[in-house]
C-alpha cells in the first residue's frame, strides 16, 4: 500500500512530528552519530536477536578486542564465537567473521546499500542501517519498531510477517524517509517504536502521534500490527554424555547444517523420543560408571524446543568413539565456544 496523493501531507506530519520527537527523547548510543561503519555494523549484528541492555556489554568486548575490521577479519573464526558466547544465533558471528575478511578482500568497507548487501550475513535491515547511519543514503530501514509504527499510525492490518506485509511497509517507510536526514529519521522510527509505542502498553497519553493514530482512534492499537500464525515449534530429544577419562573429555565440533555449527559439544545421543542411554552406551563395551546429573532440562530456540538430559560417564580407560570426537584436556574445554545449554550442563557438573 503506497500513500495516495492526498495523504502526502499526513506523510509529511508524520516525518516532521517523529522527528521532532527524537530530538527531545532520542536514545543516546555509543555507535550512534559516528560516520565509521564498522561499529555501527557490529551493533546491528549484536542487537538483531538481542536487547540493548545486553548486547551492550557485547559490542563493547568486541570493540576493545579488535577495534578495527582488519583485526576482526585476523582473528580465527574460534575466537570470535568464543567472544560471542551466551548470545545465542552463532551464525550472526560467523557471518560477521567472514564478511569482516571480504571486506578486507575489497580494500575497505563498502559505501552503499547494494555493496553492503551483498556481504555475507548481512540482510535489508543492517544494509540500510549502515548505508543511511554511516553514509547519508536516504534508505529506510524495517525492523519489528518500525512494522509496529507504521501498522498502527496508518492503521495498515497486511501482516507483517508475510512477503506482501514486507513490500508494503518497506515501501511505505521510503516514502517517509526525510531524505536530508536519513540516519535520524531511521533512528527515530527505531526509539520510537521501542520508547513510546511500545509492543505492550504503548503510552497513547503522551504520544505527539495521538492526533493522527489511525489505530488509536478506531480502537485496534493491541490489534495492531497483524501477524500470521507461527510455524510449529519442533521438539528434539537431546542426551548429553561427559565421557571423561583421567582428566580428559570426548567432544566434537557441530557439523555444518544445522544449529551451533561450530560450537563445541560432549557426546551427543539424539533420539525422536527420550533416548535410553544406558542401552546406547552399552554398545560402546565401556568399563566405567553411568550417572544421571539431571533430566528433562528444557532449552528453548526459535521453531524448536530441545529436552535434553546431562549424564557424566566416568571411563576407566578411553573409549572408542565416532571419528568426529576428540579428546581434550577438560581444564581447557572452558576456552571453547560452546552452546549455552551446554554452559548449563558443565555448571551442574561442577555445581
Ligand atoms: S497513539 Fe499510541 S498506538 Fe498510536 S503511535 Fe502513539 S503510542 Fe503508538
Redesign the pocket.
Known amino acids: 500500500m503506497l500513500l495516495e496523493k492526498e495523504k502526502k501531507p499526513f506523510a509529511a506530519v508524520f516525518t516532521s512530528t517523529l522527528l521532532d520527537w527524537y530530538e527531545k527523547n532520542g536514545r543516546s548510543l555509543p555507535w550512534r552519530g559516528i560516520a565509521d561503519p564498522y561499529p555501527i555494523w557490529l551493533s546491528e549484528v549484536i542487537l538483531q536477536q538481542t536487547r540493548i541492555q545486553q548486547g551492550w556489554s557485547y559490542w563493547e568486548r568486541f570493540m576493545h578486542r579488535w577495534p578495527t575490521v582488519e583485526q576482526l577479519a585476523a582473528a580465527s573464526e574460534d575466537e570470535v564465537l568464543r567472544l560471542w558466547q551466551g548470545l545465542g544465533y552463532y551464525s550472526r558471528a560467523r557471518h560477521m567473521h567472514q564478511a569482516a575478511r571480504q571486506i578486507v578482500t575489497l580494500g575497505g568497507f563498502p559505501s552503499d546499500y547494494a555493496a553492503i548487501r551483498s556481504l555475507k550475513g548481512v540482510g535489508d535491515y543492517t544494509a540500510a542501517a549502515i548505508a543511511s547511519f554511516a553514509f547519508g543514503e536516504p534508505v529506510a530501514v524495517v525492523d519489528g519498531n518500525v512494522y509496529r ?1 507504521l501498522s ?2 496508518f492503521g495498515i492490518d497486511v501482516p507483517i510477517n508475510g512477503t506482501e506485509g514486507k513490500k508494503t511497509f518497506t515501501a511505505l517507510a521510503n516514502q517517509l524517509i526525510a531524505m536530508d536526514k536519513p540516519a535520524s529519521f531511521n533512528q527515530a522510527m527505531m526509539d520510537f517504536g521501542a520508547v ?2 511500545t509492543s505492550k502498553s ?3 497519553e503522551s ?1 505527539p ?2 492526533e493522527m ?1 489511525e ?2 482512534h478506531t480502537g485496534r ?1 493491541e490489534a495492531l500490527p497483524v501477524k500470521l500464525r507461527k510455524t510449529t515449534v519442533k521438539t528434539r530429544y537431546f542426551s548429553y554424555v561427559l565421557v571423561r577419562c583421567a582428566g580428559w573429555i570426548a567432544v566434537r565440533r557441530r557439523p555444518s547444517g544445522d544449529i551451533w555449527q561450530g560450537l563445541w559439544e560432549p557426546f551427543l545421543i539424539e533420539t525422536p523420543s527420550k533416548a535410553d542411554v544406558e542401552n546406547v552406551i552399552r554398545q560402546f563395551e565401556v568399563v566405567g560408571r553411568l550417572t544421571l546429573l539431571k533430566e528433562n532440562v528444557r532449552h528453548v530456540l526459535t521453531h524448536r524446543i530441545i529436552l535434553a538430559d546431562f549424564y557424566l560417564l566416568e571411563a576407566l580407560s578411553r573409549p572408542s568413539l565416532p571419528d568426529d570426537y576428540v579428546w581434550v584436556d577438560e581444564l581447557s574445554y572452558d576456552e571453547y565456544a560452546k552452546p549455552r545449554l551446554i554452559e548449563l550442563l558443565m555448571e551442574t557438573l561442577n555445581g
Open positions: 509504527v498502527r499510525v513510546q509505542c504503548p503510552h497513547c504520544c502521534m495521538l493514530c489505530a488509536y492499537v
